[in-house]
């Protein structure tokens, strides 16, 4: 899990606006998500969860936490495709 301060969030979106956020969670396993989740607080309200970005147009920067997704993977299994919620189509 990464936790990091004044982060700048550059590469999380397409539109590269190089806009910072307060804190910057990701997560890379259920378990990691469940820890992080339990160490938020009232500061970290409201929370900004991001993809890969192409859908964000940060116009500022963000004074609260942006959380993301490093799990990744695709699997198979018959007519059901699971895939992980980091992972870019």
């Known amino acids: 899990m990464k936790d990091l301060k004044d982060y ?3 590469s999380h979106n397409t ?3 190089d ?3 307060r ?3 990701e997560y890379a396993s259920v ?3 469940q820890a992080l989740v339990a160490q938020l607080s009232d500061d970290d309200f409201p929370l ?3 993809g890969a970005g ?3 147009l940060l116009t500022t920067d963000y ?4 959380v993301h997704s490093a799990i990744k993977g695709i699997r198979q299994n018959g007519n059901l495709l699971e895939c992980g919620a980091g992972e870019t189509w």
Do not use: K, M, W, Y
Request: one cysteine or more.
């Open 23 to 25: 804190r910057f969670l």
């Open 19 to 21: 806009a910072r956020c």
């Open 15 to 17: 539109f590269g606006i």
């Open 8 to 10: 700048s969030l550059l």
């Open 48 to 50: 900004l969860i991001v």
């Open 31 to 33: 378990e990691d998500a």
């Open 54 to 56: 192409s859908n964000l």
């Open 63 to 66: 004074p609260h936490t942006v």
